[in-house]
């Protein structure tokens, strides 16, 4: 059973920076590529962030230059670093497996305050 557990969100003034952190069990994680996605209030969940298992990354324009995604195979951890964050950046955030599109954990609420 694929589980995905994500932390780190909170409350920040714009500007801030939080880091979010995701634990996956159920899955050879170290040849898995992972992803952050967000979804805003009342909008549809968007991809923020990507990493293959050979650590190549992507970022959505919106976020490149401000986010960072990185992950520990040790830990089976992924984890976003956001930095210069914005009122628009406000969203529940989650993580995803390459391939296990249908496995989603309980998000991480990150709220941006301007």
């Known amino acids: 059973q694929v589980q995905l557990v994500e932390s780190g969100g909170g409350l920040v003034q714009a500007g801030g920076s939080l880091r979010l952190s995701c634990i996956a069990s159920?899955?050879?994680?170290?040849?898995?590529?992972m992803y952050w996605y967000r979804q805003a209030l009342g909008k549809q969940r968007e991809l923020v962030a990507r990493?293959?298992?050979?650590?190549?990354?992507n970022y959505a324009d919106s976020v490149k230059g401000r986010f960072t995604i990185s992950r520990d195979n040790a830990k089976n951890s992924v984890y976003l670093q956001m930095n210069s964050l914005k009122a628009e950046d406000t969203a529940v955030y989650y993580c995803?497996?390459?391939?296990?599109?249908?496995?989603w954990g309980q998000g991480t609420q990150v709220t941006v305050s301007s």
């Open positions: 990493i293959t298992f050979g650590g190549i990354t």
């Open positions: 995803n497996a390459l391939g296990y599109s249908g496995y």
């Open positions: 159920g899955l050879t994680f170290s040849m898995t590529g």
